[in-house]
Structure formats: C-alpha cells, structure tokens
C-alpha cells in the first residue's frame, strides 16, 4: 500500500539533507536513483531497470540510466552539468524504444537540479534538490497516486477504442464470440485500467504477460484464465504455493470475475495486441466515453466515431446540475462554515439515490456519481479547514456506487455500465488520497451499482428501486418517433399508453414519462428530468402527453428549450433535443433555458411557470380546433392528385405534351407544392374537371392518361382511393380555388426566422402540402408573416424532421389574433405591402434566397422589423425579443379568450370530395 503523503515529505527532506553534497554521474547516479525511489517506499528493483540498452536516434547504441518502462526515463548529469544537453539526450532515445513503452515522464538530473518533463501534457517542472519536498507530488506516479485531467476528447480514447476493436475482432475471428467474448473484454479492461491507478501496481498485468506467458502466445489464455481466477479469490483462499508474480495480484471480487468463461486461444499477433493495449495509459480514459468506447468496439465501422455512441459531459450536465447539483452546492456554499450542519449534509448526501430506467452503458450515473463525489470531497475539505481534523481516510468516504440504479435492455452495456461506475469511483478514490495523503482504494469491491438487464417498459420498477428509496429519476431514453417504431416497440409503448387518448400520436420517448408520473405518484418527493426529442412538446403530441401528465398532477421544474444534441461522429446528424425537469410537487423556483441559436449557449431565465410548450405561461395543451379562435378566414388544404404522377409535369414535360396534345392547353394549371412555392420551381398540374366529356373524347393523349389514373386507383388497398377511381378526371381530394388567396407552406425549413408565405391567382393551383387562405387580405398576410405569429409557429407547431410543419388544427385555428384599432389595422397594411414590394425588387431570386438567414437582403430584414413593430403595438406587446417572452405572452391572450368560449368542436371536416353528380 503507498506510503501516505507525510510519510514521502518527509523522506524528501531527509533524501535532499543526505544526497546535497553528490556531484558524481559514474560512481553516486545508481545510489541516488534507488534512494530517490525509497523516498515513495518502491524498494522492488523489478520495475525499473539500469543502464538499459537502446539504439539511438541515427542508429548508434546507447544506455538509458533508468528506464521504467511506460513511465519514467531518467537521465543523470554530474553536477552543473547542462541540462538541456541531458534532455537532448533522453529523447535520442526514443526511436529505439517500442511505442508501447514510450515514457510519460522525462527526468533529467544533475543531482543538484531537477528537471521533469510530462510529455503528455506539455508542461515542464524544475526546482533545487533542498526543494524536493515542495514538489514531491508531481511524482505522484511513482508512489502510485496518479489524479490527472480527464478529457472526453482526449486522442487516447481514439487509440483504445482502436486497438480493443482490433482484439476484438482476432477473437471474434477464431469463433470467440457473444457474451463470453464480451465479457472477457471486460475484464481485460478492468486489469487494464486497473494498473494504471494503483488497484495494480504499475505494469504489474503487462509485466505478467510479457514476463509468464509464452511469446507465440499459445499459453496466454490458460494464463488469463488463472488470473481471472486469483482476482475473484481472497488471499487467504489461494494455493501457498502459487507463483510469486501472479499471487501479488489483488482480490477483486464485485462478481466481475466469478463467471466461468469458455476457454480462448491466442498467437502470437493477438498477444501483441494486448501487449500494445498494455502500452497505453488508460487512466486517461474519460469516464464519460468509457461505454461508447465498448460499444464502438462491437462495431469496427464506429471506432473512429466515438461520438456517436456517448452522450457529452456537456449535455449531461445540463441535466443534473438543475434537477440536484446546483441545489446541493448552494446549500453546501451556505453551510461550509459550520461543521454541525457539514456532517449532516455530508450524511445526506449518502443518503440520495439515482435511478437511470434507460441507462445504457451507464454515460448519465458514471458523470452524476462523479459530481458527487467533487461535491463530497469539498465538503471533507471545508470539514478539515485549516488541517485541525485527524480524518480516517478509509471512514470519511460516505458516497458509493450502491446509491445508482439502472436498467438495460441489452446485456452487455449493463455490464459496462457497472464497471465503469466502478472504475470511476477508484479515479475518485484516487484525488481523495492525493487530497489528504493516505491511500484510499474499494478493494475488494464489497458494493456495486443495481444494474439490471431487462426492458424497462416492461419491467416494474418498483423491483429495481423501491420509489419510496427514490430520490432522482434521470436519463435519455431513446428517440424513436411514432411511426418509426418496429413491432415490439409498438407493443410495449402501447402497453404503457393503455387508457391515455391519442397515444397513437407519441414518440417512444413518451413511454418513460408516463411510466415516471406512475411511478413518482408512490413517493411524491422524487423528482425527474429526461432528454428527449423535442416533439413532445410541440405539435398534437403534446396535447396527448401532457394532457395526461398535467391531470395526473406533474409540474414542470425546469426547462432546457430547443438545442442541438450534438456530438463528435464524423457525419453525425445533431438531434434537436429538449430537457424537461418535472415532479409531482410544484416548486417556488423555476428555470427555464433560452437558446438564442440552438447550437449555441444557454441563458437561465426564471419562470413563474412552465406549461407543456416550455415557457412561462399557464399549464394548458392546444386542442385540435376545427375553426379559428378568432374572426379570421378559414384555412383550406390544397389538392392531391392520387394519380400516379400523370396529372403533373415539369415545363419540358407539359411543353413535350403540348406538341402531341395541343388542345390540353386550357386544362393545364401552374402547380404549386411548399418546395416549388419556395424555391422558385415551375410545375404544372393537368386539371379535367370541367372538360366537357366530347371535347375530352378528342383528346387521346389525355385519355390514355385518365385511363392511368382509374387503373392506378382501383389497384389500390384504401376505400377512399377505390370510391376516386369512378371520378378519374379529378384529383384524389381537391379544392379549386376561385379568388385569390395565401399560401402557407406546410413545411419549411427551421433555419428561416420567416415561413415564406404569399398570395397566389385562382388560376394556380396547390398540392396538398400547403395550406391555402381565401378572402386574405394585407392584415391577414402581415400578421401571419410576422416574428409574433412565426414565434407561436416555433413553439407549438409539430415537426418533420427538424423542419417546420404548420397545421390548422393546432397552430392556425388556435392562435390568438390582435384586435388593432383602425389606425393599427392600416399601418399592418402599409407594412405588409413593403415587405411584398421589397420581394417584388430581387425579382431573381426565390422565396429561398429571400429567407435564407445568410442572404437575406438588407432592405426585406428592415421591411420585416417594420412589420413586426406594427403588429406588436397592434397587440399592446411591450415584452422580450424571445420566441419564450412571446409566445408566453400570446399564451396569456389564449387563455383569456378561450374562456369566453364553448367547449372546442369537433376535429376539422376533411378536404371536399367530388360526388357523382358533380363530375
């Protein structure tokens, strides 16, 4: 066990009193070197060697004066020597040494001066002998304490994924496969790690390798298995006779090697590789990426994306630091000066429990255990201010492992997600024994985290962590949407949905929500936050959900607003996520988090409420509203032709047609869908419906067309396609306009603070994808097009893709209009017509070009702020610039008139079939 930190100062000081007078490289550079180790109490001669033997850079030969490998290269000078030359020396060095055994550390010396290089991090270290005891911790390594920064993207990530990957697959490729497979891996990374954090002693399984097994590598898994064994044996239980290198090997226990494993085989190519995986230094692995790390593995393509398998530091934190953290630290700022109230705090601490129902490879308990425990070693540190506490290292550790509770679809990621707890835990073990100077290490492994294998839709959860033992509910369970589900998740999502109307509507993500609000309402005290698609709270998924989740008593904590889910895979789609924070107990302080730019950062703003739409409003959901809420035209949806692509055609193809077919001429109508709307696309659609049947009989390029068309339908499965089959001249569902109206796209791009609207002649028709205004006018096409209206869009409307989809039963029939004074009404007026006349001047460009938040041109932007001032004083708006401010707003005006009003209809009238007698 390593010596405390006392223990080493102190032999410093006694090690600089003893060695001042040294001066000579040949006769005292030995002794020196063998005392300088007895200062970390490292008296075993086996892990470092003397005048080790490399070639030197250009070829010739050379003698190291220490070589540790791996870790330490150390070259002596005689005293006042130069010891840039010495260092120049040190790195001629390392062409002849196998990258595997590359050193972190470089120390040059000429026994008065110490100068330490940590190749790893850049950084430089030089100080007088007599001062060895003030720097004594940057040897840290040596005495088997080693804290260092952990990065997520730290290249060693990279270099381990790669070469477990390509272990891996060597075992996979001999028909070493399936669980044993990827539990022996498992365990190979445990010794991995484990050697360099001082479960092990350092290169103690590298040494037992390369030092026990045979280099062709046909003993080496009959020597694993061995040691696999002795890990999961206690010392007291082993042969009195077993080999002295593999009986130093600790107890392990924590059931990691109490399985049997089938026998593996391995060469001598595969012994290298481990030997290479040996070489790195895995107690740099983040322990955020430690199960994307295993997962990539599984998957040779992925190696190089970590980022696609783990969810950031960054986004995970933007979860716990609201649900508990930023709580527990302002409660602990509070009280760090008093010591009564400090161990109560610090018991509680103890006392809290976090349970992840969707955990996978455990990403969101390794980050949450290790905030606690940063939070529970500054708690010591305010206990033992100024150093006045004997504190018992071994007892003062109140947090552990068994406080984390998981559940896991898939085996072998609940398997990573208990190691890696385990494992970060020792990392923490390891700051607090740099902290206050005693070795601290769980070995053997007594607790462990709950971690079960099983589905959790439909698996009880009371069974995993009793909800009464419950403290927090956390996690990002996976996004799939309602129609991408496969048939068992159907089934289980349909199970938990049982009873909730609408449920058909819900994303799979919606199922853990549900399952939370049941299980919270056992222990009303719990509180949970999950990340999840930001579909649940838009669109007609919210009324589904949240209409369930508000009646059963949840209110919503905190609220991370859209922001991308980003991560670091090369071509890696980012998702546009939400995090809610919700319980079954309100509280006085809520928080909502604003991104201006969703890849950018966010900004706390306090809320007096958060509704379903996560903003500051009243805790309501948008029905599906078949007419307006106020006194506005009635929105219409264009036509779909269900013709088999007969009816439309591209300007080539209708010019083509023409040429065969001339008298079609009056029948063909310019065709718009949102993406030839916007986009600036010529289409043309062919339209028959009132084509008197003579003239249609003369037209036999037409006929064969309509002809198509009726065979295409009465091929089709769906009764309404069947009944249009009788009516082959008209569309599937039309509506014909007959005056001039508004175009809405039904989709558009997220990018655009503007949807593209705009008014059309009767003479053009529309698709089915866009919805169609008659009777507006330039107040209707002014407020619609607005930031207020776009903001309300934003908020509530669903969502293709990342995209906009604009509806009427939700977002049109359900936004509250202004009541302008006449003077208001006509400045709309004036303001909409510039914004038309400043389109009308680049009459070379699209609706694209015009809206693209890069090109927009200077003067539609100052057209549109224009407007957007109009329609604000038509509202008596004097808020925030922030989608969040407006919308809260328009939600306050909602509120207030829909309680002036009946209870809302029935769901809208579908679009007007032609009947018989009409054609």
Not at 107 to 120: E, I, K, M, P, T
Not at 253 to 270: V, W
Not at 440 to 465: C, E, K, Y
Request: charged letters at 25%; one cysteine or more; aromatic letters at 12%.
């Amino acid at each position: 066990m390593p010596l405390s930190w006392n223990e080493i100062k102190s032999r410093a000081l006694a090690f600089s009193k003893h060695w001042a007078d040294a001066s000579n490289e040949d006769g005292e550079g030995k002794p020196f070197l063998i005392a300088f180790f007895e200062i970390f109490g490292i008296t075993n001669k086996r892990i470092a060697s003397f005048e080790h033997a490399v070639k030197k850079y250009g070829g010739g030969a050379g003698y190291v004066d220490l070589f540790w490998p791996g870790i330490l290269l150390v070259e002596m000078k005689s005293r006042g020597k130069n010891l840039d030359r010495a260092h120049t020396q040190a790195m001629d060095y390392f062409p002849g040494i196998a990258e595997r055994d590359l050193p972190r550390f470089v120390l040059v010396c000429d026994f008065a001066r110490f100068r330490l290089f940590d190749l790893v991090e850049g950084a430089i270290y030089e100080f007088p002998l007599e001062e060895l005891y003030k720097h004594v911790r940057l040897f840290g390594f040596i005495a088997g304490y080693q804290t260092q920064v952990i990065k997520p993207q730290d290249p060693i990530n990279i270099k381990a994924a790669e070469r477990m990957g390509r272990l891996h697959d060597q075992l996979r490729a001999i028909g070493y496969e399936g669980r044993p497979l990827e539990l022996y891996l498992v365990r190979m990374l445990f010794c991995l790690f484990a050697e360099d954090t001082g479960i092990f002693e350092k290169r103690q399984f590298q040494d037992y390798i390369e030092l026990r097994t045979s280099v062709d590598g046909a003993d080496l898994a009959h020597h694993l298995s061995t040691l696999f064994y002795m890990l999961n044996t206690p010392q007291d239980k082993r042969l009195k006779n077993l080999d002295e290198h593999l009986a130093a090997f600790p107890y392990i226990n924590g059931k990691l090697f109490a399985d049997m494993l089938p026998p593996a085989s391995f060469d001598a190519a595969m012994r290298e590789s481990l030997l290479d995986l040996c070489g790195l230094d895995w107690g740099r692995i983040s322990p955020a990426i430690f199960g994307s790390l295993f997962q990539s593995i599984m998957d040779a393509q992925a190696r190089r994306n970590l980022g696609a398998h783990y969810t950031s530091e960054e986004n995970i934190l933007k979860l716990i630091k609201p649900l508990f953290l930023d709580a527990l630290w302002a409660e602990f700022e509070k009280i760090r000066g008093n010591k009564k109230r400090l161990s109560e705090f610090h018991a509680r601490l103890r006392t809290l429990t976090f349970f992840d129902p969707a955990c996978g490879c455990g990403n969101f308990l390794v980050i949450t255990y290790r905030e606690l425990r940063l939070l529970e070693l500054e708690v010591l540190r305010a206990a033992n201010a100024g150093g006045q506490m004997a504190l018992d290292v071994h007892q003062m550790i109140a947090v552990d492992v068994d406080q984390f509770f998981g559940i896991e679809i898939e085996d072998f990621p609940a398997q990573i997600a208990q190691v890696a707890l385990w494992l970060v835990d020792h990392q923490m073990n390891m700051k607090v024994s740099e902290e206050f100077g005693a070795y601290f290490v769980r070995i053997p492994l007594n607790h462990s985290a709950t971690i079960v294998h099983g589905n959790a839709l439909q698996t009880d959860w009371m069974t995993v962590l009793p909800a009464e033992r419950c403290a927090y509910l956390l996690g990002n369970p996976p996004f799939v949407g309602a129609k991408y589900m496969d048939d068992a998740q159907r089934e289980d999502a349909r199970a938990v949905f049982f009873g909730i109307e609408n449920a058909g509507l819900l994303d799979f993500v919606a199922a853990w929500y549900v399952k939370a609000a049941r299980y919270m309402a056992a222990h009303p005290p719990i509180r949970a936050a999950f990340v999840s698609t930001n579909s649940i709270t838009q669109g007609e998924q919210v009324g589904a959900l949240w209409g369930w989740m508000l009646a059963q008593g949840v209110k919503i904590h905190f609220a991370h607003r859209t922001f991308s889910w980003t991560n670091e895979a090369r071509g890696k789609a980012a998702v546009h996520c939400v995090i809610v924070g919700f319980g079954m107990q309100d509280v006085a302080e809520k928080t909502i988090f604003e991104y201006e730019d969703i890849k950018g950062e966010a900004h706390a703003v306090r809320a007096s409420n958060i509704n379903p739409y996560l903003v500051d409003a009243p805790d309501l959901v948008l029905p599906r509203r078949s007419r307006p809420l106020c006194d506005v035209p009635q929105i219409g949806i264009g036509s779909q032709p269900i013709d088999d692509g007969n009816y439309l055609f591209t300007q080539e193809e209708r010019d083509s047609f023409l040429k065969i077919e001339p008298s079609a001429a009056p029948f063909f109508h310019r065709w718009l869908g949102a993406i030839e709307f916007i986009n600036g696309f010529e289409r043309w659609c062919l339209w028959l419906g009132d084509c008197p049947p003579q003239q249609l009989r003369k037209m036999p390029e037409v006929m064969k067309r309509v002809d198509a068309v009726r065979t295409f339908r009465l091929a089709s499965k769906r009764k309404q396609t069947l009944v249009a089959a009788d009516f082959p001249t008209h569309f599937g569902t039309e509506l014909i306009p007959q005056q001039p109206y508004l175009l809405i796209p039904e989709v558009s791009s997220e990018r655009r603070k503007f949807i593209p609207i705009g008014f059309e002649q009767p003479t053009t028709f529309c698709s089915n994808l866009v919805r169609m205004l008659p009777n507006a006018t330039l107040f209707h096409f002014g407020v619609l097009t607005s930031t207020m209206h776009n903001a309300w869009v934003r908020s509530v409307c669903g969502r293709l893709k990342s995209d906009f989809r604009y509806s009427a039963a939700i977002v049109y029939n359900n936004f509250p209009w202004p009541t302008p004074t006449e003077k208001q009404r006509t400045a709309i007026e004036v303001a909409a017509q510039a914004v038309l006349d400043a389109r009308a001047a680049h009459p070379d460009s699209s609706l694209a070009d015009l809206y693209d938040p890069l090109t927009m041109p200077p003067d539609l932007v100052k057209a549109h702020q224009k407007l957007d001032a109009a329609v604000d004083a038509s509202y008596g708006y004097k808020g925030g610039s922030t989608d969040a401010a407006r919308v809260a707003f328009l939600f306050g005006l909602y509120q207030e008139l829909t309680s002036l009003l009946p209870a809302v209809g029935s769901k809208p009238k579908r679009a007007r079939r032609v009947k018989a007698e009409e054609a």
